[in-house]
């Protein structure tokens, strides 16, 4: 898959219609850029736009937002809630797919020279591009906003990273670098700014200051009030979701307005969200509430409705999960993408990919999805109350490594295409054999690993299936039959692929661990088939 990057300007106009669509427009006008979300505030006076490119293409797509922000934002008439220094106020990359961090940086440091170069304005680097510890944090770099400009730019500890140490009134000054995926996520509270920014000074990391730290890792926070909406929030953005997830941040805010006896009414999620860090809230409120849900569709919904996301405005989940948009433009592009007899003939064509991995892979993800199937065929209905727990806990395993296997079918068709992409590079000098050479091996590599973590991921179903098998709905015994033995059929598949690769490979030792490994994980595969076959056949309707 191609590389891409996200990119999110925050540029210093929430109001003026004009100026947000003509910014829109010079990113959407890039090529290689795809815009996916505009959101405007109008207290903060501040659009967050998110688009997602090549490393190259947001680049440029950044320059040509801040060259229009330029000539339309004026930053000595502006005025928001939200803490600022400049009309493209901090510009961020993050990594999304195939893309390292290191490139994001790359990516920070080019546009942030040739932003300085081209506008002649003072920029900043911030997070991992920083260059200085002190800069690291993008709230000590913007500590008194766009005021403090003046002063701050004639000290020398101060001095930009490119562009000259002078205060530009029109612009200000911009703060650009790399990250994770920061989630700007606020709270409604119907109370006054001041209630609000308590709260958020007992949440945030930085709390009251180094002797008063707030409770939650890698949040930052800040209170204010939405005249247009008549209500408070708490204005946080989570720097590492997975130190310190959504729905923590959430019920935390919630215990601390319930001792001030302040109405929480709902969340905002501004800009867009990874797809994992809804479903983990999904997963924090069904083991909190033991509910039963299997279906991505309906974990969301329940997110959307447990964290109120839908209080300011509608959350449509196609349009505000980054994976959901990123997927809509890859249509197509992927085996799992095409329809049942495109990827049969593509399996069936004259070449090497898709073949026998992809293959085993959907074997796989079919023999789970029938155990899925007979599990919940065997739940929710009067005659089977007694089976209601026992099918709880054995269908999730199934619908999960359904999901996975599913994407293993592509995982196993790019592995093999890094080999054949290794054997085409130049072999003309001694380095270039010798990094030909070394791409090949980390290529086959890559090619046992897909099909052995495959055949693991199956293996580790045969326990659920065996207690499925003496307790399902007997209607349902053919489909458990087949499940079991597609689900064999495909570690047979992957014990045959990785075989196949290693006999390429040149470390002996590697070879006879992972031939060993494969070796055992078949024998597991035909006895767990076995058991659950006899196993069916000792019961009778």
């Not at 490994?517 to 309707?541: D, H, I, P, T």
Request: net charge neutral.
């Amino acid at each position: 898959m191609a590389k891409l990057v996200e990119c999110v300007p925050n540029f210093s106009e929430g109001n003026n219609k004009e100026v947000i669509d003509a910014v829109a427009q010079a990113i959407s006008r890039t090529l290689g850029c795809v815009l996916l979300d505009v959101d405007a505030g109008a207290s903060t006076n501040r659009t967050v736009y998110t688009f997602v490119g090549s490393p190259e293409a947001v680049v440029e797509g950044a320059l040509s937002a801040a060259r229009v922000a330029g000539q339309l934002i004026d930053m000595s008439q502006h005025s928001g809630e939200h803490p600022r220094m400049g009309a493209l106020d901090v510009c961020p990359f993050v990594p999304v797919r195939n893309v390292s961090m290191e490139e994001c940086v790359t990516c920070a440091h080019i546009f942030g020279q040739r932003l300085a170069a081209e506008l002649g304005v003072p920029v900043y680097l911030y997070g991992a591009a920083a260059r200085h510890e002190s800069r690291k944090a993008l709230p000590s770099i913007r500590a008194g906003e766009y005021e403090a400009l003046p002063e701050k730019l004639a000290k020398p500890e101060w001095a930009p990273d490119f562009g000259p140490p002078t205060f530009v009134p029109r612009w200000g000054a911009t703060v650009t670098g790399a990250r994770t995926f920061l989630i700007a996520y606020n709270i409604n509270l119907l109370c006054t700014k001041e209630q609000a920014h308590r709260i958020a000074l007992n949440i945030r990391e930085q709390g009251r200051g180094p002797s008063q730290p707030g409770r939650l890792k890698k949040v930052q926070g800040i209170g204010w009030y939405l005249e247009e909406e008549n209500m408070a929030q708490v204005s946080t953005n989570l720097l590492d979701f997975e130190t310190t997830p959504l729905h923590t941040v959430y019920e935390e805010i919630c215990r601390d307005a319930q001792e001030l006896n302040l109405p929480v009414v709902g969340s905002q999620l501004v800009g867009l969200v990874p797809k994992k860090a809804i479903l983990d809230a999904a997963d924090f409120y069904i083991k909190k509430e033991k509910l039963f849900i299997l279906e991505e569709e309906q974990k969301i919904r329940l997110v959307v409705s447990r964290l109120g996301l839908d209080s300011l405005s509608p959350f449509h989940p196609r349009e505000r999960i980054i994976e959901y948009l990123v997927e809509a433009g890859d249509v197509g592009r992927g085996l799992v993408a095409k329809p049942l007899g495109a990827f049969v003939r593509a399996v069936g064509a004259r070449s090497a990919a898709p073949g026998g991995g992809s293959v085993s892979a959907a074997a796989g993800a079919l023999g789970a999805a029938l155990g899925s199937m007979v599990g919940l065929m065997s739940y929710g209905k009067r005659q089977f109350e007694d089976l209601d727990s026992i099918m709880r806990k054995l269908v999730p395993p199934f619908h999960q490594a359904m999901d996975e296997l599913v994407a293993m079918v592509d995982a196993d068709s790019c592995a093999f295409n890094s080999y054949m992409e290794a054997m085409k590079l130049p072999k003309n000098t001694p380095e270039e054999r010798e990094r030909r050479t070394a791409a090949m091996q980390q290529g086959l590599k890559m090619a046992v690993g897909v099909p052995y973590g495959l055949a693991e991921k199956v293996n580790g179903l045969w326990p659920a299936l065996k207690e499925l098998a003496q307790h399902c709905n007997l209607a349902c015994k053919s489909d458990i039959q087949v499940g079991a033995k597609m689900l064999e059929a495909a570690v047979f598949g992957a014990y045959f692929n990785v075989i196949i690769n290693l006999k390429d490979i040149t470390d002996d030792k590697f070879k006879l661990v992972m031939s060993q490994k494969v070796s055992g994980l078949l024998e597991e595969a035909k006895q767990g088939s076995a058991v659950v076959l006899a196993l069916l056949e000792k019961r009778v309707a």
